[in-house]
T-cell receptor
Framework: GAGVSQSPSNKVTEKGKDVELRCDPISGHTALYWYRQSLGQGLEFLIYFQGNSAPDKSGLPSDRFSAERTGGSVSTLTIQRTQQEDSAVYLC??????????????FGAGSRLTVL | SQQGEEDPQALSIQEGENATMNCSYKTSINNLQWYRQNSGRGLVHLILIRSNEREKHSGRLRVTLDTSKKSSSLLITASRAADTASYFCATGPNTGGFKTIFGAGTRLFVKA
């Protein structure tokens, strides 16, 4: 597609349920990022996939959070046993890692998660 | 953990005035980028400056980078109401890899 696509755009769930958030990056982009943004706050790094390398999971807040990227393309962020503090906008971005170490991220519109 | 910290947290100016936002970071970087966010959804890339550059221009945007002070500034000249948004700096590491860390952002409000 022309841009980064995220689904669902909005998700309301009950505390304790599992949720899956999907990200479809730009075709050909080798890197994929997940961030979390609470209301009025900055972006909190969660996880980053780079090509076929092992993902950098250093930002995942707890073992309830996991993510996978299948076939080097689509990624799913899974939150198990959701808590109210998980409520936030989850942003996905992808990039093509060019020469000299610089890469520009293209973001999706985000998935707003509300845990009741 | 956040790498960059922007100041001010919020800025309100009149249309036509210049807006200056600052970003400080902690570790050695390869590059620094500025992004804009409208309405709390996806971010849009504005400009990238490499660690060996000191200043860069793009339209009404001017970015400076001082690696000795680990700081950067974004200047928007002749601001417009449409510039109202949140602005974030983001850093890429100098240690290999492409993990990109964002600051807390500056919320800019331009009054018409």
């Amino acid at each position: 597609g022309a841009g980064v696509s995220q689904s669902p755009s909005n998700k309301v769930t009950e505390k304790g349920k599992d949720v899956e958030l999907r990200c479809d990056p730009i075709s050909g982009h080798t890197a994929l990022y997940w961030y979390r943004q609470s209301l009025g706050q900055g972006l909190e790094f969660l996880i980053y996939f780079q090509g076929n390398s092992a993902p950098d999971k250093s930002g995942l807040p707890s073992d309830r959070f996991s993510a996978e990227r299948t076939g080097g393309s689509v990624s799913t962020l899974t939150i198990q046993r959701t808590q109210q503090e998980d409520s936030a906008v989850y942003l996905c971005a992808s990039s093509f890692q060019g020469a000299r170490g610089a890469n520009v991220l293209t973001f999706g519109a985000g998935s707003r998660l509300t845990v009741l | 953990s956040q790498q960059g910290e922007e100041d001010p947290q919020a800025l309100s100016i009149q249309e036509g005035e210049n807006a200056t936002m600052n970003c400080s970071y902690k570790t050695s970087i390869n590059n620094l980028q500025w992004y804009r966010q409208n309405s709390g959804r996806g971010l849009v890339h504005l400009i990238l400056i490499r660690s060996n550059e000191r200043e860069k221009h793009s339209g009404r945007l001017r970015v400076t980078l001082d690696t000795s002070k680990k700081s950067s500034s974004l200047l928007i000249t002749a601001s417009r109401a449409a510039d109202t948004a949140s602005y974030f700096c983001a850093t890429g590491p100098n240690t290999g890899g492409f993990k990109t860390i964002f600051g807390a952002g500056t919320r800019l409000f331009v009054k018409a």
